[in-house]
């Protein structure tokens, strides 16, 4: 995908600060990779000889002191309530950038993938609830509606110039759009017994946070100090934990200290100094790298600057870490069987049939209403290829089949089973599909 705007004219640390989509779905696609190889290791372990001190190895009881403060979880909870609440900081201020500046910046833009998006959260719901409501499983509902945007955007990077670049742009903001319905779904819907004491404080942390953002204070570290504080609170209100990663995105300061003219400026006084310290012999290589990183330091805004800090982490840390945890299915007869189950059938059809009808039809629907359009070079057969893949539900499915079913190791490994074939099979059938059938565009301007 050819890269859009001015950041083709500059150093990659330069272009952090215009923030390209491109380099955004090129890090979700080494993602995607890393996430898929961590997930066949943690299977593959589950099922080996070693599988019983791997598994015990998540239940290992870990605390943490600071002072007199003492809390005690698992391995696995930290993991769950504490990485993945930095997982959901990083999904939170790309939600936010996307809304103030990206591909749902405008009704227009955003309208497409949002319509998608409700469709393809509404459809595997109803297909799921056919089987299992009124049933002990009926609460994992809200699994077959999640899309990975890792994964979904690691497959169709696989497809090269084969489709238009309107669709990876289409796809990732479809991904987006659903990670937003995804966090109102865990916070209305899963949320355990309210803890009202804990509540009132997490809202006043929150109310600090709103002031903080109003008030134009860009010391990124006040934000997080407060963060934690708002985390704390909203482990022990019932309210689940991660959603506090989304509230704090919201109110770290977007918007730089310099406009336009001001940045242009600034960049042109500094890369005067860099060309001349290339000249120099004194100066090393990183010396200039360093001073790239500072030019682009200086002059993104907080949130700009802890997003950039995020992604690798997240990327590359924490999102392995989560496949390692969660992913260690025992496969055993009960397992297995339990996928010819309402509970595996719903979760496999939700998402290999109900992700590509509700993406595909809500769409038509949009564009048959003139209220959206076609993407440019999107044909009707790109845009089921995208529903197709867009049932990769994996991280954010299996996530929500951890509030859905608390401490039901048996109904988990069936639900992730079913995530796990779910996933693959959409993989592999959008890919072909995208590769074999959807019409061919002329791409050659790209």
Request: net charge negative; glycine share 8%.
């Given at each position: 995908?050819?890269?859009?705007?001015?950041?083709?004219?500059?150093?990659?640390?330069?272009?952090?600060?215009?923030?390209?989509?491109?380099?955004?779905?090129?890090?979700?696609?080494?993602?995607?990779?890393?996430?898929?190889?961590?997930?066949?290791?943690?299977?593959?372990?589950?099922?080996?000889?070693?599988?019983?001190?791997?598994?015990?190895?998540?239940?290992?009881?870990?605390?943490?002191?600071?002072?007199?403060?003492?809390?005690?979880?698992?391995?696995?909870?930290?993991?769950?309530?504490?990485?993945?609440?930095?997982?959901?900081?990083?999904?939170?201020?790309?939600?936010?950038?996307?809304?103030?500046?990206?591909?749902?910046?405008?009704?227009?833009?955003?309208?497409?993938?949002?319509?998608?998006?409700?469709?393809?959260?509404?459809?595997?719901?109803?297909?799921?609830?056919?089987?299992?409501?009124?049933?002990?499983?009926?609460?994992?509902?809200?699994?077959?509606?999640?899309?990975?945007?890792?994964?979904?955007?690691?497959?169709?990077?696989?497809?090269?110039?084969?489709?238009?670049?309107?669709?990876?742009?289409?796809?990732?903001?479809?991904?987006?759009?659903?990670?937003?319905?995804?966090?109102?779904?865990?916070?209305?819907?899963?949320?355990?017994?309210?803890?009202?004491?804990?509540?009132?404080?997490?809202?006043?942390?929150?109310?600090?946070?709103?002031?903080?953002?109003?008030?134009?204070?860009?010391?990124?570290?006040?934000?997080?100090?407060?963060?934690?504080?708002?985390?704390?609170?909203?482990?022990?209100?019932?309210?689940?934990?991660?959603?506090?990663?989304?509230?704090?995105?919201?109110?770290?300061?977007?918007?730089?200290?310099?406009?336009?003219?001001?940045?242009?400026?600034?960049?042109?006084?500094?890369?005067?100094?860099?060309?001349?310290?290339?000249?120099?012999?004194?100066?090393?290589?990183?010396?200039?790298?360093?001073?790239?990183?500072?030019?682009?330091?200086?002059?993104?805004?907080?949130?700009?600057?802890?997003?950039?800090?995020?992604?690798?982490?997240?990327?590359?840390?924490?999102?392995?870490?989560?496949?390692?945890?969660?992913?260690?299915?025992?496969?055993?007869?009960?397992?297995?069987?339990?996928?010819?189950?309402?509970?595996?059938?719903?979760?496999?059809?939700?998402?290999?049939?109900?992700k590509p009808l509700g993406v595909f039809f809500f769409s038509w629907l949009a564009i048959k209403f003139k209220m959206a359009a076609l993407p440019d070079h999107v044909s009707w057969s790109h845009l089921?290829?995208?529903?197709?893949?867009?049932?990769?539900?994996?991280?954010?499915?299996?996530?929500?089949?951890?509030?859905?079913?608390?401490?039901?190791?048996?109904?988990?490994?069936?639900?992730?089973?079913?995530?796990?074939?779910?996933?693959?099979?959409?993989?592999?059938?959008?890919?072909?599909?995208?590769?074999?059938?959807?019409?061919?565009?002329?791409?050659?301007?790209?």
């Amino acid at each position: 995908m050819a890269k859009s705007g001015i950041g083709k004219y500059f150093n990659p640390t330069i272009r952090q600060v215009v923030r390209p989509l491109d380099e955004f779905i090129q890090l979700e696609q080494s993602s995607g990779i890393i996430l898929l190889a961590c997930s066949l290791i943690s299977l593959f372990i589950a099922n080996s000889p070693f599988s019983g001190e791997y598994l015990q190895l998540w239940d290992t009881p870990m605390t943490l002191i600071v002072g007199n403060f003492k809390l005690s979880k698992s391995a696995a909870h930290f993991i769950n309530d504490g990485l993945m609440a930095i997982f959901f900081l990083l999904v939170g201020l790309e939600i936010k950038r996307e809304v103030l500046e990206g591909q749902l910046s405008s009704f227009r833009k955003a309208l497409l993938p949002m319509i998608a998006a409700l469709g393809g959260m509404l459809v595997p719901a109803v297909l799921f609830t056919v089987f299992n409501g009124g049933s002990t499983f009926e609460s994992g509902w809200g699994i077959p509606t999640a899309t990975d945007i890792a994964f979904s955007l690691a497959v169709i990077s696989l497809l090269g110039n084969r489709v238009p670049p309107a669709l990876k742009v289409f796809l990732a903001a479809l991904a987006i759009a659903d990670d937003l319905g995804a966090v109102i779904v865990i916070a209305l819907f899963y949320t355990a017994d309210l803890q009202l004491d804990y509540l009132y404080l997490a809202g006043l942390a929150f109310v600090v946070l709103l002031i903080l953002s109003v008030a134009q204070v860009r010391w990124l570290a006040i934000y997080l100090i407060v963060g934690v504080f708002l985390w704390y609170y909203m482990l022990k209100s019932g309210v689940h934990a991660t959603i506090a990663g989304v509230l704090l995105a919201l109110t770290i300061p977007f918007k730089t200290e310099y406009n336009k003219k001001q940045l242009l400026h600034l960049m042109e006084e500094r890369l005067v100094v860099v060309k001349e310290n290339l000249q120099s012999t004194e100066v090393k290589p990183r010396d200039i790298t360093e001073e790239l990183e500072d030019i682009a330091n200086e002059t993104s805004s907080p949130s700009q600057v802890i997003e950039n800090q995020l992604h690798g982490i997240v990327a590359f840390g924490i999102m392995p870490i989560f496949a390692l945890c969660n992913t260690g299915v025992l496969l055993d007869t009960s397992v297995i069987g339990g996928i010819q189950e309402p509970l595996g059938l719903g979760i496999i059809l939700g998402l290999c049939l109900g992700k590509p009808l509700g993406v595909f039809f809500f769409s038509w629907l949009a564009i048959k209403f003139k209220m959206a359009a076609l993407p440019d070079h999107v044909s009707w057969s790109h845009l089921l290829g995208a529903g197709i893949l867009a049932g990769i539900g994996f991280t954010m499915s299996i996530f929500i089949t951890l509030l859905a079913f608390p401490n039901n190791m048996h109904v988990e490994g069936i639900a992730k089973l079913a995530i796990i074939i779910a996933s693959v099979t959409s993989g592999v059938v959008g890919y072909l599909f995208l590769r074999f059938v959807a019409k061919p565009t002329h791409l050659e301007s790209y």
